[in-house]
């Protein structure tokens, strides 16, 4: 057993190894690439001019999560044995999709109410992976931070945190095995300017680490393992109660080096769901810092609720950014990260990104949990048509990620 066990692990260090190496040599080559062509002022000030015309265009479906039909130019050659099945069959969205009247949970852990049902976050007590601590500041600021150890334990921890950083290059390098026709992949702008990023597609779109981000790894083997863990269980409990849970969407975020896309002001709620989600999983894999754009954001704006029920995608409009953001007694803050600490947030709190200016991707994978009886409205006339694993449907649904233990669990 002991000898099998090195054995494999020789074998995946082995694997990483390879990979680092073929990373190593892409990246050099596209850092030649965007030396040259980047001009970081030139950047800043096409940035600046393309958020203005962002927030004029921002009621449209050129928004954050909207995925387009698919328009993939080539695939790559591998299969797609390995895709995980997903665990529940689909709920069907039916014509009971409307918005849902319920009152929002605008404090985590209160009861709310859900199809009629009362449901509460568990308590404390039936905690063991988050500390009382932590989740008091969960509560009050909005957002807390995990150490690695804590999210992937301390004995294969690093193996597989390493893993699902190899396994990103790999699905942008298109050598995974991945359904790549199921994963939305977008490229990244050579502007900075969020509307000059790629169409957010189903698809493949080519042999480069200059991805802004994919969607839709739920099917990927590696990921799926992940978004299981049971600290992310325990966090989703603590929100939602014992109900079942569901990804709203599982994304890779990319600013590769010497690139990035400015991301706008947003709060991550979207106007075609029945509820909000109230729980990101933002995992770094990638030390975040000022410098590669670490995501910006103002600590305790959560409890502001939503700020632009308006926007699909809960981005803020000029005015609000003025009073929200520049007019806040609480200024904006670096959420600054080492690879393989995760943040815990709340979808409300307000947050944007910047590009990257050093030699190093800043890679993360953020992944919405919610209450799996949340459903997509199918007439939202901006719902996009891909989300949650689930394809080219006339309606949505998501795929539930935690069934609720037993008592004996
Ligand atoms: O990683 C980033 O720069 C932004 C990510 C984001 O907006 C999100 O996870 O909701």
């Known amino acids: 057993m002991i000898i099998f066990g090195?054995?494999?692990?020789?074998?995946?260090?082995?694997?990483?190894?390879?990979?680092?190496?073929?990373?190593?040599?892409?990246?050099?080559?596209?850092?030649?690439?965007?030396?040259?062509?980047?001009?970081?002022?030139?950047?800043?000030?096409?940035?600046a001019i393309g958020f203005v015309a962002l927030l004029a265009n921002c009621g449209s479906s050129e928004c954050d999560n909207q995925i387009l039909e698919e328009e993939s130019p080539a695939k790559p050659a591998k299969s797609s044995n390995n895709v995980p099945s997903l665990a529940t069959p689909m709920q069907a969205c039916t014509s009971e999709c409307t918005k849902s009247t319920d009152p929002l949970p605008t404090v985590v852990g209160q009861v709310h109410t859900i199809d009629g049902e009362k449901h509460v976050g568990i308590s404390e007590s039936e905690c063991k992976y988050i500390t009382p601590e932590q989740w008091n500041l969960f509560l009050e600021r909005g957002w807390v931070v995990l150490s690695k150890d804590q999210v992937f334990g301390k004995n294969d921890g690093d193996e597989q945190f390493e893993l699902l950083r190899q396994e990103m290059d790999s699905i942008m390098l298109g050598e995974a095995d991945v359904p790549y026709d199921k994963l939305m992949m977008q490229l990244d702008s050579t502007t900075g300017n969020y509307e000059d990023a790629g169409a957010q597609t189903l698809g493949w779109k080519g042999r480069t680490l200059n991805y802004r981000k994919m969607q839709n790894l739920e099917l990927d083997a590696v990921v799926s393992?992940?978004?299981?863990?049971?600290?992310?269980?325990?966090?989703?409990?603590?929100?939602?109660?014992?109900?079942?849970?569901?990804?709203?969407?599982?994304?890779?975020?990319?600013?590769?080096?010497?690139?990035?896309?400015?991301?706008?002001?947003?709060?991550?709620r979207w106007a075609?769901?029945?509820?909000?989600?109230?729980?990101?999983?933002?995992?770094?894999?990638?030390?975040?810092?000022?410098?590669?754009?670490?995501?910006?954001?103002?600590?305790?704006?959560?409890?502001?609720?939503?700020?632009?029920?308006?926007?699909?995608s809960g981005f803020l409009n000029a005015d609000q950014v003025e009073r929200e953001v520049a007019g806040s007694d609480v200024a904006p803050m670096d959420l600054t990260l080492r690879a393989g600490e995760v943040a815990l947030i709340h979808n409300w709190v307000l947050h944007q990104s910047g590009t990257n200016a050093s030699d190093h991707p800043r890679r993360a994978l953020s992944v919405c949990y919610m209450d799996a009886s949340t459903h997509c409205d199918s007439t939202h006339p901006n719902q996009p048509s891909a989300h949650g694993g689930s394809f080219k449907r006339d309606s949505l649904a998501f795929s539930t990620v935690f069934e609720p233990l037993a008592d004996s669990d």
């Not at 694997?15 to 050099?28: A, G």
């Not at 965007?34 to 970081?40: C, E, R």
């Not at 509820?275 to 600590?299: F, Q």
């Open 6 to 47: 090195r054995a494999a692990s020789r074998a995946i260090n082995f694997r990483i190894h390879i990979r680092k190496c073929r990373r190593f040599s892409l990246e050099k080559s596209n850092m030649l690439k965007t030396q040259l062509n980047f001009l970081p002022l030139a950047s800043a000030i096409s940035g």
């Open 225 to 268: 393992r992940y978004i299981r863990l049971p600290i992310i269980r325990e966090a989703c409990e603590r929100i939602y109660g014992r109900v079942p849970i569901s990804t709203f969407r599982v994304m890779f975020f990319n600013k590769p080096s010497r690139m990035g896309t400015h991301l706008p002001w947003h709060q991550d």
């Open 272 to 312: 075609f769901l029945s509820r909000d989600p109230l729980l990101t999983v933002y995992l770094a894999l990638d030390d975040a810092t000022p410098e590669n754009g670490c995501v910006k954001i103002i600590s305790g704006s959560h409890k502001r609720g939503v700020i632009n029920p308006a926007h699909d």
